[in-house]
């Protein structure tokens, strides 16, 4: 079975950092594009960014683009995403996510979600 | 951008009865959405992708219908354990990938 894992989530000021990792086993990682998507207390689903299997191509939704860094060490298995300059509204679960082969299209698997809160 | 539509927000629907769920989309996205199921703190599990293609191990009361701009997930018998949030998903444009705002189906 495939296994995503997230870790990285906590309490941060606005204007901070913070890196979320998501640890995949159970498949060949580097076979795969990977998603973040997020969902904030009490609301729906918002994709934020992805990355393609070998890490050439990248992308990232306009509420973040310029702030998060997607990235990923295939020799660890291991998705990242780099989020500076918190903002209050980025408070959320983030999810990391699995796309099936070959093409960025849906998302078949999913971790359990790390929360991310920025206050003051 | 395209946006997705669900429609209604909330369905109130009685345990063995059918639960039909619908989504638009702002233009044609042909049938590239994908339909997931969320329960309380629990992550998203995807049901039905290419919007009639059920994923491993999902029940055949489970079914995904429409293309284009209009699509219908239908439960044909509810059961305790598909009262739920139900997401839909496009992924014909992208980035970005976008879903809709959900409908949460409950016990009537």
């Known amino acids: 079975e495939v296994q995503l894992v997230e870790s990285g989530g906590g309490l941060v000021q606005p204007g901070g950092s913070l890196r979320l990792s998501c640890a995949a086993s159970?498949?060949?990682?580097?076979?795969?594009?990977m998603s973040w998507v997020r969902q904030a207390p009490g609301k729906g689903l918002e994709w934020v960014s992805a990355?393609?299997?070998?890490?050439?191509?990248?992308y990232y939704a306009a509420s973040v683009k310029g702030r998060f860094t997607i990235s990923r060490d295939n020799s660890k298995n291991i998705l990242y995403l780099q989020m500076n300059s918190l903002r209050a509204e980025d408070t959320a679960v983030y999810y990391c996510?699995?796309?099936?082969?070959?093409?960025?299209?849906?998302?078949?698997?999913w971790g359990q979600g790390t929360l991310v809160t920025v206050s003051s | 951008e395209i946006v997705m539509t669900q429609s209604p927000a909330t369905l109130s629907v009685s345990p063995g009865e059918r639960a039909t769920l619908s989504c638009r989309a702002s233009?044609?996205?042909?049938?590239?959405l994908a339909w997931y199921q969320q329960k309380p703190g629990q992550a998203p599990r995807l049901l039905i992708y290419?919007?009639?293609t059920r994923a491993t191990g999902i029940p055949a009361r489970f079914s995904g219908s429409g293309s284009g701009t209009e699509f219908t997930l239908t439960i044909s018998s509810l059961q305790s354990e598909d009262f739920a949030v139900y997401y839909c998903?496009?992924?014909?444009?992208?980035?970005?990938?976008?879903f809709g705002q959900g409908t949460k189906v409950e016990i009537k």
């Open positions: 996510a699995k796309a099936p082969p070959s093409v960025i299209a849906y998302f078949d698997y």
């Open positions: 159970v498949f060949t990682f580097s076979s795969y594009a």
């Open positions: 990355i393609s299997g070998r890490g050439t191509n990248t």
């Open positions: 233009q044609s996205i042909s049938n590239n």
């Open positions: 290419g919007a009639s």
């Open positions: 998903q496009q992924y014909n444009n992208w980035p970005p990938w976008t």
